[in-house]
């Protein structure tokens, strides 16, 4: 069975700190898609960045970095200078290749608070 | 590029009613997921739809029905409500290529039933 853990519930740092959320997943496919997505106040989750098992390479966008390490099925994410606008809900997700089709379980999400 | 559009964005409804939600998918994608966000339970997978045809389905009673249309729009039926339907019902459409399967998200609709 395939499963999304995220055991930071809530982290609170101060602008500019770096924050690092974990994700570790589990699954059985050789074939599958990890995603990061964040949920602002306003409700709408916005996708971040897609994975896929094959490629292990870690990923920078900005502020934001990626940590994907198959060892110990973990897919960190790292916000450098955290800023009062990153302030969210951030749900890692899991996503198998089913035959026809994909299914996605989400994790139960780090709410992040940075204050200014 | 339009997004993915839920309507309505706020509904609310009384025991034993039934609702209808809608969602219009990105144009061009084809699957459309539906989730239940709630606090207790966070976002958890009800069903998904391509080209017509439900492929994947949830751990949810049979209370729960939705269908997609040839233009790909997805309706989500809940019948006989209970008060813990109460949620933000989330919609996401993909393209649903092997590699491209990222999920983009409606703003969802927020059921109350009290």
């Known amino acids: 069975a395939q499963k999304v853990t995220q055991a930071q519930t809530e982290i609170s740092v101060v602008e500019k700190e770096d924050v690092t959320l974990d994700c570790v997943y589990e699954t059985r496919d050789t074939t599958y898609y990890l995603f990061w997505y964040k949920q602002p106040p306003s409700g709408e989750l916005v996708f971040l960045i897609r994975?896929?098992?094959?490629?292990?390479q870690n990923e920078i966008s900005g502020r934001y970095s990626w940590n994907f390490q198959k060892s110990t099925s973990s897919f960190n994410f790292t916000i450098t200078a955290s800023q009062v606008v990153d302030s969210a809900v951030y749900f890692c997700a899991l996503s198998e290749a089913l035959t026809g089709g994909f299914k996605t379980i989400f994790g139960a999400g780090t709410r992040l608070f940075v204050k200014a | 590029k339009a997004g993915v559009t839920q309507t309505p964005r706020y509904l609310i409804k009384t025991r034993g009613q039934q609702v209808t939600l809608s969602c219009s998918p990105i144009s061009g994608h084809r699957s459309v997921s539906w989730y239940q966000q709630t606090p207790g339970q966070g976002l958890q997978f009800l069903f998904e739809?391509?080209?017509?045809?439900?492929?994947n389905k949830g751990n949810f009673p049979g209370r729960f029905s939705g269908r997609q249309f040839s233009n790909s729009r997805s309706e989500m039926n809940v019948s006989t409500l209970e008060l813990g339907d109460s949620a933000l019902y989330l919609c996401?459409?993909?393209?649903?290529?092997?590699?491209?399967?990222?999920?983009?998200f409606g703003p969802g609709t927020r059921l109350t039933v009290l």
């Open positions: 994975r896929n098992s094959f490629d292990e």
């Open positions: 996401a459409s993909s393209l649903a290529i092997r590699g491209l399967n990222e999920q983009f």
């Open positions: 739809y391509f080209s017509e045809t439900q492929r």
